[in-house]
């Protein structure tokens, strides 16, 4: 089992940047995938971003090329550097992680972080 803490949220102007950090802790972190999902007010929670074991990444067609997802193994976090920020991206940003191979879908995910809000004004 793995323990995931999120942090880093907060309140930008759009065009701004953000970098989240998942913590995590608990079983060995390089066997996991992780990704980030994020969930608006009164909308679904929706994939934004996720990372191999062993470095291959995958985002959603809406992210690609503003945000950035990292690994460091060493100190067991996984990482969102968040650009170009737009009032639509304001939502809760989720950590969570999986065995191995990276998926996108919410139940695919064995573990998850509290959530960290992130607010993006105009």
């Known amino acids: 089992q793995v323990l995931l803490r999120e942090s880093g949220g907060g309140v930008v102007q759009a065009g701004g940047s953000l970098r989240l950090s998942c913590a995590t802790s608990?079983?060995?972190?390089?066997?996991?995938?992780m990704a980030w999902f994020r969930q608006a007010q009164g909308k679904e929670r929706e994939f934004v971003a996720a990372i191999n074991w062993n470095g291959g990444t995958h985002y959603a067609d809406s992210m690609k090329g503003r945000f950035t997802i990292s690994r460091d193994d060493a100190k067991n976090t996984v990482s969102l550097q968040m650009d170009n920020l737009q009032p639509y991206d304001t939502a809760v940003y989720y950590c969570?992680?999986?065995?191995?191979?990276?998926?996108?879908?919410?139940?695919?995910?064995?573990?998850w972080g509290q959530g960290t809000q992130v607010t993006v004004s105009s």
């Open positions: 969570a992680a999986r065995w191995f191979q990276i998926a996108t879908e919410n139940h695919d995910y064995m573990f």
């Open positions: 608990g079983d060995t972190f390089s066997n996991y995938a």
